[in-house]
């Protein structure tokens, strides 16, 4: 992270830290420590399989990314302008990594973040290993569409979980900023809520606000679409687009066009009616939810 251009100089110690959690290793050194099962997802620019340590036989998961596989480094801020510029596509992607993992390292200790194991580079292969979870929380949530099973009973436990993953980061100055349903999971014991996924996490600077845009559009909050500077709130207001799309089974705002000024536009328009009303109409979820939501003038002042 220290090597993000929106991190202050001091964080180098923590971006070198971060690379000396990754290990490098010869071609088979990964296939001889572990033995590899099927396939549990599929993100951007990685899969995670399941997968057993061979020593003692520990079920354990392993998000694989292929270094110079074709995907260029994400549209924020975390690399340097200038001669940087001419690295190659692999020692781009190997920055990432970097700082996936230092963000990852720093969070380490919530029971609502995936505990994060080792990690080793095989010539173009990066294995991040992690504990194993279930199901996520869209696939459970998912199960008991009209709320009489899973979602139903636990809603409001899952929500405060989840929070409880994003404030592990908050209180380790670490914004998340990719905040939605596909990166909470079920623990192996199929109940604890697990935060995942730290491509896109960065430290907050030091009296700074952090710049670029980085996540997924329907969950990005008015002012990281702005363009001006956002802090840790960020995630607050993507947590609250997540609770109520898991509450009620659809985006509160919805854009005509899934791009940056369309999500503008349909903040923009505000809450719709048919919203309020199912927030009001709801205690409990629904109604942390609104408040999550509750568009602050200020935030939005940029629309005008
Ligand atoms: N520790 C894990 N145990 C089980 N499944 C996982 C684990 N980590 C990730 N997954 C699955 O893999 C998907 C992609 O992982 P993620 O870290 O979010 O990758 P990306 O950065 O490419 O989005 C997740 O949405 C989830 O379904
Ligand atoms: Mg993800």
New binding site residues.
Partial sequence: MGCASSLAAGDNAECAKARGLLQNGKKGDFDAAFSSGRL???????Q?RAIRRRADGERL?V?VVALGSGHSSPPDDRFPSGSDNFRTEKEMQMEEVVCELAAWSAVQGSRHV?NFVSATVERRLVFMV????GA?ILHRAAESPDSPGFWGRESRRVLKEMLLGVQACHHADIVHRDVKP??F?LGADGSTVKL??F?LAVRMPHQRQLRGMAGTIPFASPEMLKGSGYGKATDVWSFGIMAYYLSFGGLPFIPDKTTCEGMKKAHRRGLPARCRRRLERGGGAAALVGRQLEPRPASLRWCH
């Avoid at 549990?40 to 990685?46: A, N, P």
């Avoid at 992690?130 to 979870?133: A, F, P």
């Fill in positions: 549990l997802g599929r993100g951007g620019f990685s995670v998961a998000k995936v992690m504990e194993r979870c996520s596909q990166n999971l995942c996924d491509g």
